[in-house]
């Protein structure tokens, strides 16, 4: 069981054979992307979202982005579509093969997502040394990354050094509380 098969389940009975075909061809095409529910519909995601596929009342929707659609304009004949939507009836059969050319269409569109790494916020030497004298150093350095710089930073910018000692004492306080970040709940993950 997924959650796409769980939706699956849950479609109309009119739905089933063209969202059950298109989900089987959609695991063959896209066997590395990972299966969500995106925006209430079946996702194939892979860094971001590939294509999004749905049961509507008379036609299933298939979501592939714009690109595609601009692409095989030529091929989609008299189907309904819109900017990044194309409609299959379901009184027709589906069209294995235009989906095949539209995925295929927009694995040539999707660019990888390369992440922005940002430097370590230094530690300054006052900073340090409170996180020493109040035993928090450990407590500090197991806070995730951006939680780390976000705090260094947004002490830093403060433009009085009043602001600057309150942001401080508040790093301070949910470091000692632990499972506070910016006035906001939080919790380590559980591995």
Do not use: C
């Amino acid at each position: 069981m997924t959650v796409i098969t769980d939706y699956l389940d849950q479609a109309p009975a009119e739905a089933q054979p063209h969202l059950r075909a298109t989900y089987a061809l959609l695991k063959q095409l896209l066997p590395d992307a990972e299966e969500r529910i995106s925006y209430g519909m079946p996702t194939f995601w892979q860094q971001h979202n590939l294509v999004h596929f749905m049961a509507n009342k008379h036609h299933m929707g298939f979501y592939p982005t714009a690109e595609p659609l601009v692409d095989l304009a030529d091929e989609i004949g008299d189907f309904k579509h819109s900017k990044g939507a194309i409609q299959f009836p379901y009184d027709q059969p589906l069209p294995t093969a235009l989906i095949k050319k539209l995925v295929a269409s927009r694995l040539a569109h999707h660019e990888p997502v390369t992440r922005i790494t940002r430097p370590d916020e230094p530690v300054p030497a006052h900073i340090q040394q409170l996180l020493t004298a109040k035993q928090l150093t450990a407590v500090f350095e197991a806070r995730p990354k951006y939680q780390r710089n976000d705090y260094l930073r947004w002490i830093r910018q403060a433009k009085r050094e009043e602001t600057r000692e309150k942001r401080l004492q508040q790093m301070i306080a949910e470091l000692t509380v632990g499972n506070l970040y910016m006035k906001m709940e939080w919790h380590t993950k559980s591995k």
